[in-house]
């Protein structure tokens, strides 16, 4: 059924139906597009523009479609133009006249907006739970890693030791700050559309507020044109799946990094690994290698809308359909690699002692041989070369700085007491930072609370 077919003379074309067809994607949000018209026949018939028996036969058709679609009694064909269309022709075949009062005082434009919407909220919801869950996996690690040593790297060199528990804490932040930003999208997007019609509102006496009310909106929007026009809200959402999805990537690569043979820093499980098919020894990182993958095409959607939004003018535009299947598409792609993320890393066993020698071996603690020369009146670019020195002779002998006798530390530099072990030492050197932002075990225990905090509010 078309529901704008009076003004034609002509059927359409089949290819151009199937071309302007969206049922096959839209589909997806019928829960949505049933909760709208039912809100949308309560406010029409406390207005009296509906009859409370049209009303409750309305409501209890489209309950009963939507019962049917649930449990798979009903199925969507191919002849309807959308997910509109279908409702509405089902349920006037159902009910009979009073299926054709569903559609007052509306147009699809509204229609959809307000269904993209409740969609787009729905899913802010399920995404939000998905980066709790995350979140407070990540705490975990954090509460179990306290004294967990490891090297810190900056451009992919050992650096200076840290805890794993500091690592964590670097991706707790980075998933924090993204679960704060679906928070703003979802206050700033709740603002019900439906009422501004095709552009410019509508003749009939509408109560906005009350649709807005039982839809759970803060109250409706202020201006019809944008109400049909804007799909902000879809480009913030891509925006921020996106970067949810770099910073997933992110932890995959050194994740897939860790589980190398030359670091060994963690042990994947084997129900997130793979093998290969020639190679009896392998075991592949395969999900944390797609998960870093599927950015690309996250990032794909966000540049898909915002190229297609730039040239439309106001106010509703066909070209706007095109904002549902790569919208669709990027949640469930982040929904998924969220999902086997989470699972992935608590499932991963963490190589303590491995961690611990390779930052012992990468002169992490370089920095706090210099640093002690300081404390004991060395001017630190003197300081400086001093350990650079140190190091040379290190990787000529092939051992660490904390291998080296006191008769040696002394050839270089006679400032050298026998204290210097204890002040380049794992614990040292991680517990002497606290004071100076990187938190060592005391000032993590504070940081966890926090996290904590944070989390349960």
């Known amino acids: 059924m078309k529901l704008w077919g009076g003004r034609f003379t002509k059927e359409t074309n089949q290819l151009v139906h199937n071309f302007n067809a969206s049922l096959s994607f839209d589909q997806k949000f019928y829960h949505q597009d049933i909760e709208g018209s039912i809100a949308h026949v309560k406010m029409l018939a406390k207005q009296g523009i509906l009859t409370t028996e049209d009303r409750d ?51 699809r434009n509204d229609q959809v907006a307000l269904d993209m919407k409740l969609y787009t909220r729905d899913e802010i919801d399920e995404l939000d739970g998905l980066v709790k869950s995350l979140l407070e996996e990540l705490l975990k690690l954090m509460e179990e890693n306290l004294d967990t040593y490891m090297p810190g790297f900056t451009h992919l060199q050992k650096a200076q030791p840290i805890t794993l528990a500091h690592h964590m804490g670097a991706y707790f932040e980075m998933f924090d700050r993204d679960r704060s930003r679906l928070s703003d999208i979802r206050k700033r997007m709740n603002y019900c559309p439906l009422g501004s019609g095709a552009l410019a509102g509508t003749t009939y006496p509408l109560d906005r507020e009350y649709t807005a009310e039982l839809l759970g909106f803060d109250g409706p929007t202020l201006n019809s044109m944008d109400s049909v026009a804007d799909r902000d809200y879809v480009i913030e959402l891509l925006s921020a799946l996106s970067t949810i999805a770099m910073h997933l990537s992110r932890f995959c690569e050194e994740i897939i990094i860790w589980n190398t043979n030359e670091y060994q820093f963690v042990e994947i499980d084997d129900s997130y690994s793979t093998g290969s098919s020639i190679m009896p020894q392998k075991k592949n990182p395969d999900i944390a290698e797609l998960i870093r993958g599927k950015t690309g095409r996250v990032y794909g959607a966000l540049v898909s809308i915002l190229t297609t939004m730039k040239g439309i003018p106001l106010a509703y ?141």
Do not use: W
Not at 62 to 86: K, M, N, V, Y
């Open 57 to 107: 036969a309305i409501i209890e058709g489209l309950e009963g479609i939507r019962r049917d679609l649930e449990s798979g009694a009903l199925t969507f064909t191919a002849e309807h133009e959308d997910i509109h269309s279908f409702v509405e022709a089902v349920l006037t075949e159902r009910i009979g006249e009073a299926g054709k009062r569903l559609h007052t005082g509306r147009s």
């Open 317 to 457: 535009n066909k070209d706007m359909q095109e904002d549902k299947e790569l919208t669709f598409d990027a949640i469930d792609t982040v929904k998924g690699c969220l999902a086997l993320f989470t699972g992935m890393i608590s499932s991963m066993t963490f190589k303590k002692d491995a961690m611990e020698a390779s930052a012992k071996n990468g002169f992490t603690n370089a920095t706090d041989a210099a640093d002690y020369l300081v404390n004991h009146g060395v001017a630190f670019r003197d300081a400086h070369g001093i350990v650079g020195q140190l190091v040379l002779y290190c990787i000529e002998k092939g051992i660490a700085l904390d291998d080296m006798s006191l008769e040696e530390f002394q050839a270089i530099s006679p400032v050298f007491e026998e204290d210097i072990y204890d002040a380049i030492s794992m614990q040292t050197c991680v517990k002497k930072r606290m004071t100076i932002g990187a938190p060592g075990q005391d000032a993590m225990k504070k940081v966890i609370e926090a996290c904590r905090e944070r989390l349960e509010k």
